[in-house]
């Protein structure tokens, strides 16, 4: 028999990566001898980092069955780091650098070079 906490604990870096991809966990429960997972991510991209995640706690994920969809309408924000630019942002939401673009006009930036450490982004969905 399935314990759902031996569970939840083993792909618990799932569910932080669902949420550090700004997407939304709606729920976890037990389906057979399986946990299922029902969440939404904000772009296709964060999807791919979400399955990153599942394939590391298990690249065999027979114990897991999941809905992870994509909702464009999740607002994410990213707060910039040292060393960030935004085309190195860019690629981590969106899989592509020369996306940069899409970021500097969601926040109003006349320069994109001109962005800080500290600096609360808005990252548009990727469509």
Same mark, same amino acid.
């Given at each position: ?8 604990? *083993?792909?618990?870096? @799932? ?19 399986? /946990?299922?997972? *029902?969440?939404?991510?904000? !772009? ?9 995640a599942i394939k590391s706690v298990d690249p065999s994920y027979s114990d897991l069955k999941h809905e ?5 309408? =999740?607002?994410?924000?990213?707060? @910039? ?5 935004? !085309?190195? /942002? ?8 020369? *996306?940069?673009?899409? /970021? ?12 800080? @450490?500290?600096?609360? =982004? *808005? ?5």
């Amino acid at each position: 028999m399935a314990d759902l906490n031996q569970l939840k604990q *083993k792909y618990q870096p @799932v569910l932080d990566a669902i949420q550090n991809q700004g997407g939304r966990v709606d729920s976890v429960d037990l389906q057979g001898e399986q /946990i299922h997972i *029902k969440a939404e991510v904000p !772009s296709d991209a964060s999807k791919n980092h979400v399955w990153d995640a599942i394939k590391s706690v298990d690249p065999s994920y027979s114990d897991l069955k999941h809905e992870i969809t994509v909702d464009t309408s =999740l607002v994410q924000t990213y707060t @910039v780091q040292a060393g960030d630019n935004l !085309s190195k /942002i860019s690629k981590r939401f969106y899989g592509d650098p020369n *996306k940069y673009l899409k /970021i500097a006009q969601a926040n109003g930036l006349e320069d994109p070079d001109k962005i800080r @450490v500290g600096m609360e =982004l *808005k990252i548009p969905p990727a469509a």
